[in-house]
């Protein structure tokens, strides 16, 4: 990122990382890989979308603004939203629509989860329908009314989108991209608008958090992580543990080549007298799961400030 500006300078503080690590820093807490590093399209992406939420003066917008406006560009919402974040969701949409083909198979291979795919193949799918059913209106409706006097029923209409949605996404990822015609490469774009907008909340949330720092101690296996904390003149055991039942993100949910995945979820507790970290204990307080062992101990660093305030109690 070009400018060093207040907010990024807070999410770096609250991280902990340097400015050169704040792209895979927020990747980490957003349940997406680091992208690719190097001049790589989709780190300068990233580093674009970030560099334009940095510019936001803090306490302007809140954590899921930007995904809002982002849903109202695209139709999907009607809602008023903060103008700083509608301008955040354009400058995200005019950078996606800047892309050439090349640079949409990047992501393809390096960013979106065919999740995310299906969910913009599936606002490609519906507009498209949208627009047929308005610009063809006299043979056709008429044939379906014939059929039923109450229209088509939404249930079949559903299933075919989703047929249809999951045909595209199967054509983005078996096809090469100069193959590909305007409905692939808008699939995509609709895609890396929400994407980008969850990235930019993540960066929103955390450049406005207050976590405590905690001295943390890691195992030899790197699987679990504990600190010591007082509050209320009682000592605490906070634990980062991974659990692999844990929702995560699956390694056949990307495309080739295989992307760095995020294999388990990250859980913490808050425990009371138990430094030996027994999971046979009882914690009073805990939550998950996190996408990495970093995000995890951000959150549990933010609860810590949570409670000795008194916002909420262990």
């Known amino acids: 990122m070009n400018k060093v500006t207040h907010r990024l300078t ?3 503080r609250a991280l902990r990382v340097p400015h050169t690590d704040l792209v895979d820093a927020v990747c980490a807490l957003s349940w997406r890989p680091p992208p690719p590093a190097g001049p790589h399209p989709v780190r300068r992406l990233y580093e674009q979308v970030l560099q334009a939420v940095g510019e936001l003066p803090l306490g302007t917008v809140q954590p899921g603004d930007v995904s809002a406006a982002m849903e109202v560009r695209t139709g999907a919402l009607d809602v008023q939203v903060p103008p700083p974040s509608d301008a955040v969701a354009l400058c995200i949409a005019h950078t996606v629509d800047d892309l050439g083909v090349l640079d949409l198979d990047e992501l393809v291979r390096n960013a979106l989860t065919r999740g995310e795919l299906a969910c913009g193949a599936a606002t490609v799918t519906r507009e498209r329908a949208s627009c047929t059913a308005s610009d063809a209106p006299g043979e056709h409706s008429s044939r379906a009314a014939s059929k039923s006097p109450h229209g088509p029923d939404p249930a079949d209409c559903g299933t075919l989108d989703r047929l249809a949605a999951g045909i595209l996404v199967d054509e983005i990822t078996e096809r090469p991209p ?7 490469t808008d699939a995509i774009r609709a895609a890396t608008y929400r994407s980008l907008a969850d990235l930019a909340d993540a960066l929103l949330e955390v450049s406005e958090s207050t976590p405590t720092p905690l001295d943390w101690e890691f195992d030899a296996t790197g699987r679990r992580q504990r600190a010591g904390v007082d509050l209320g003149g009682i000592r605490y055991t906070v ?21 760095p995945t ?10 009371a007298g138990s430094p030996d970290g027994s999971p046979d204990g009882c914690p ?3 939550c998950g799961p996190y996408p990495s062992a970093p995000a995890a101990r951000h959150a549990a660093e933010c609860a810590i400030t949570a409670l000795a305030a008194g916002r909420c109690h262990p």
Do not use: I, N
Request: charged letters at 30%; aromatic letters at 10%; hydrophobic letters at 30%.
């Open 262 to 271: 995020l294999r388990a979820g990250w859980m913490w507790r808050l425990d």
């Open 10 to 12: 807070e999410a770096c």
């Open 284 to 286: 009073s307080h805990g």
């Open 239 to 259: 634990f980062v543990h991974r659990d692999d039942a844990a929702p995560r993100e699956d390694a056949t949910d990307r495309h080739h080549p295989p992307l």
């Open 178 to 184: 100069q193959s590909w015609g305007r409905p692939h």
